[in-house]
């Protein structure tokens, strides 16, 4: 089910938008704190973004370049403003399509899924699958899976990211600024305990492995992960 994220300051048509797609199925994230798009686009992961141009604080343009910052997923513009140049701006800053209010429902569906279509289905780019193997221990990246031995398990995209680089680092240290720079642009968005709980869920994934005590804290450094589950893959 793909997860899309509405940013409409409308209401009434923000809940509309969102009674359409879920009758096509589609899983929907209503924003309604328009001082944290970012944030919320963070912790959502969306597969794919409506973005209206006219909102609170900062316009749909300077949140398409915040999102484009940290992700290539697919966005939307919906907007009233119908201008050459508003279609011209939304596009040189990142969207995929601009629509233009008012629109028809279906019409916006099927943008969606020739969207998603072109990101993640039939027609996205074909590219080598990635795959970081570590002493039998493989983290299947764009599955967002982690495999040992016959035990398979599911991560988030910040798990797999965080696991990603300390499997591509080890033995090194992984410092505490590095990962959050790699895991989130803008830094103002998170709080100290913030990595901390994330490091906290990967450790538990791993254990759900079997693996255990993989994940080293160094402290006032960072991370780093200790491979002494076993023999293999180097």
Known sequence: MSKIMIVEDDPKLADLLRAHLEKYGYAVVLISHFDEILKSFMEEEPDLVLLDVNLPNFDGFYWCRQIRNVSTCPILFISARSGEMDQVMALENGADDYITKPFHYDVVTAKIRSSLRRAYGEYAPKIEERIVKKKGLSLYIERLEIHFNDSIVSVT????????????????????????????????????????????RVRKKLHELGINNAIETIRGEGYRIVPAWGEGDA
């Open 157 to 200: 995209k910040k798990e797999a990211v965080l696991l990603e680089m300390l499997l591509k680092r080890c033995p090194r240290v992984v410092s505490r600024e590095m990962l959050l720079e790699k895991l989130w642009d803008d830094q103002s968005f998170v709080d100290d305990n913030t990595l901390n709980v994330n490091i906290t």
